[in-house]
C-alpha cells in the first residue's frame, strides 16, 4: 500500500460526458501528478501541482483540467469525453521535491471506459 | 522521449537472479536513476533508485556504471510474482519522470 489513494476504482460513462477522478496524496507529500496510462501509448504524464498550484505540465488535452485543494488533495476533470479517452489514470505524489531522496508513490488508479 | 533504453522483454526462472539491464547514456550529472515495476494493470510500485552509487534494498539491488551511463536492477532470487513490467527512469528529486516501454519480465517455474 503507497498511501495514495484514488477514487473511483472504476467509471463508465458516455461520449460527450464530464468526470471528475479523485486523488488523495501520502500524508506530508505536498505534489501530485497524474498520468494516462492507455494500450497503445504507456505512461503518460499529464500535469503536476505542488502545494495548490500547477508546476509542471504534460501531454494534457485542453478538455481536461485540474486543481490540488488547501486540503492537498487532486481532481482530475475530463470533459467531452471520447472514446479515445479510455484508460487508466494513476495519480502519484511526492515530498517537497528538495531532497534528493524523494520519489513518487503512486496510487491503484482509476479505469474509465467511455461507450 | 524517454531518457532511458530497455529491452522489451527478459525470462527469469524462479529462484534464480534477474538482471535488469537500462542505458541511459544522456544522463546529467544531478539525475538519479529511478526503478519501478508494475503488476498487470495496477499502479507503479516504486523499487530503488540511486545518483552514482549501488545501492540495496529489501526488494533489489541497483548498480550503477561509473560513467553513469548505464545500469543493472538485480532481483536476487526470483519468484513468480515479479512477473511485471519493470521502468527505468532517471530524474530528479522525483520529478521529471518519463516512462518508457519497459521491459517485461517472466518469471518461469
Known amino acids: 500500500d503507497s498511501g495514495v489513494t484514488q477514487t473511483p476504482k472504476h467509471l463508465i460513462t458516455a461520449t460527450g460526458q464530464r468526470v471528475t477522478l479523485r486523488c488523495s496524496p501520502r500524508s506530508g507529500d505536498l505534489s501530485v501528478y497524474w498520468y494516462q496510462q492507455s494500450l497503445d501509448q504507456g505512461l503518460q504524464f499529464l500535469i503536476q501541482?505542488?502545494?495548490?498550484?500547477?508546476?509542471a505540465k504534460g501531454n494534457i488535452l485542453e478538455r481536461f483540467s485540474a486543481q490540488q485543494f488547501p486540503d492537498l488533495h487532486s481532481e482530475l476533470n475530463l470533459s467531452s469525453l471520447e472514446l479515445g479517452d479510455s484508460a487508466l489514470y494513476f495519480c502519484?505524489?511526492?515530498?517537497?521535491?528538495?531532497?534528493?531522496?524523494?520519489?513518487?508513490?503512486f496510487g491503484p488508479g482509476t479505469r474509465l471506459t467511455v461507450l | 522521449d524517454a531518457k532511458t533504453t530497455q529491452p522489451p522483454s527478459m525470462d527469469c526462472a524462479e529462484g534464480r537472479a534477474a538482471n535488469l539491464p537500462c542505458n541511459h547514456s544522456t544522463i546529467s550529472g544531478n539525475e538519479y536513476v529511478y526503478w519501478y515495476r508494475q503488476i498487470h494493470s495496477q499502479g507503479p510500485q516504486y523499487i530503488i533508485h540511486?545518483?552514482?552509487n549501488n545501492e540495496t534494498n529489501e526488494m533489489a539491488s541497483l548498480i550503477i556504471t561509473e560513467d553513469r551511463k548505464s545500469s543493472t536492477l538485480i532481483l536476487p532470487h526470483a519468484t513468480l510474482r515479479d512477473t511485471a513490467v519493470y521502468y527505468c527512469i532517471v530524474g530528479w528529486n522525483g520529478q521529471n519522470f518519463v516512462f518508457g516501454p519497459g521491459t517485461r519480465l517472466s518469471v518461469l517455474p
Open positions: 540511486g545518483l552514482k
Open positions: 501541482y505542488y502545494n495548490g498550484e500547477e508546476r
Open positions: 502519484a505524489s511526492s515530498g517537497q521535491g528538495r531532497a534528493r531522496t524523494d520519489t513518487q508513490y
